[in-house]
């Protein structure tokens, strides 16, 4: 590993315009994981501004604010060192020590700027702790599934695929019972209750009532399936993983099943803003409905991952995710400037795979209702 180039580990440089404020390239140096920003002039690299060069020249001026806004030309210098690509990572790692600088220009052999090389991912390498800035992932029959969009690990397609079926087959038990239910008690009602009937006139009781019991029910199955353990376990990971931590059960059992990336979350606020809407009109309502998701979203979502979409995991499924989490971190590791594109990257995400299982369920349903001409549903 220590032999191997940098090439994989050179990031896109952070350059900043000579005639652009120095204002601007104090931003750059922020954004960044170094000290420096290069600055360039009718596209070739002319030096750099360092984080201690800005502080020296604020601490001399009398306005600071006419002073950030003056061209970043002004106070320019040369780069301390430049290296060349096909170093290698100790090589590299020695030539920080004895520079003391946080990052470094990478030129090819035609003087072409290749990038920058920041320390911090030397040694992260060099330590074996280079790690993938965020993760996500899907918890599948199979076991959790994790990906960076660049590079996966864990339960591969077929969990993907099964994860579809089984959210499928739950959706369409759901709202068969759902409308099971409402059928029954409408014709329960119907010659009990006539006068209560007649109150419901113009709402849609049987609509509503189905759909109360079955999404009801769904959450029910999911929260006893195991795929809310393995959500759980799949959050807590991901937590680790970005937290730097080892990947051991002790560990990764510190953290929550909640994670602020989830998409229970767009799919919380999405139905709070649906149910607000739906119940009332106008624009007022409307502008409630975006008030109460822009404000209570995180709440909202929070609460639905830890009531309903995940649970506390299981030893085995926990060491599932933490499996799926080690594999992620060696691909990453071996690649990390690893790029995926096109398909290949949605691929990657997971979403197709799981969409094509949902819809296998609900092609079987149709083909079956066609050929026993009786509707599956209510």
């Known amino acids: 590993m220590t032999n191997q180039s940098i090439t994989e ?80 990572r100790s090589d590299a790692a020695r030539i920080f020590s004895e520079s003391g600088l946080d990052v470094l220009p990478v030129v090819d052999n035609f003087g072409g700027l290749r990038g920058m090389l920041y320390r911090t991912d030397v040694v992260a390498v060099l330590t074996s702790n280079l790690r993938p800035a965020t993760v996500g992932g899907m918890a599948t029959p199979l076991g959790v599934y994790l990906t960076t969009g660049n590079i996966s690990g864990g339960a591969g397609s077929l969990g993907l695929y099964l994860t579809g079926i089984t959210l499928g087959l739950m959706m369409i038990i759901s709202r068969a019972a759902g409308d099971g239910a409402m059928s029954f008690l409408n014709k329960l009602v119907a ?33 006893l399936s195991p795929l809310a353990g393995y959500h759980g376990a799949e959050h807590m990971t991901v937590h680790a993983i970005e937290s730097g931590d080892d990947l051991t059960l002790e560990n990764v059992r510190r953290y929550p099943r909640v994670h602020p990336r989830c998409g229970t979350n767009l799919l919380g606020a999405a139905a709070v803003f649906i149910l607000i809407t739906s119940q009332f009109s106008g624009e007022i309502a409307v502008l409630v409905a975006i008030g109460v998701v822009m404000l209570g979203r995180k709440t909202i979502g929070d609460w639905m991952q830890t009531v309903f979409t995940t649970k506390s995991p299981s030893d085995h499924q926990l060491a599932s995710a933490i ?18 594109r096109g398909f290949s990257r949605i691929w ?29 549903l209510f």
């Open 191 to 223: 010659h009990k209750l006539p006068v209560f009937m007649k109150t419901l006139t113009g709402i849609d009781a049987f609509g509503i009532g189905s759909l109360i019991i079955s999404v009801g029910l769904l959450i029910l199955l999911l929260k």
């Open 323 to 340: 499996a799926a989490g080690k594999e992620i971190l060696k691909r990453y590791h071996d690649h990390p400037g690893l790029v995926s």
């Open 9 to 88: 580990l050179i990031k896109p440089p952070r350059v900043v315009g000579s005639s652009e404020s120095i204002r601007r390239a104090a931003g750059i140096i922020h954004a960044s994981e170094g000290s420096w920003a290069l600055v360039i002039k009718d596209g070739q690299v002319i030096g750099g501004i360092s984080e201690h060069a800005i502080a020296s020249h604020l601490a001399l001026s009398d306005d600071p604010e006419i002073t950030l806004d003056q061209p970043a030309e002004s106070i320019v210098e040369p780069y301390p060192l430049y290296i060349n690509p096909m170093i290698t």
């Open 348 to 376: 990657k995400m997971g979403f197709l795979q799981a969409a094509a299982g949902m819809t296998t369920v609900l092609a079987a349903v149709y083909c079956i209702e066609r050929l026993t001409h009786k509707s599956l």
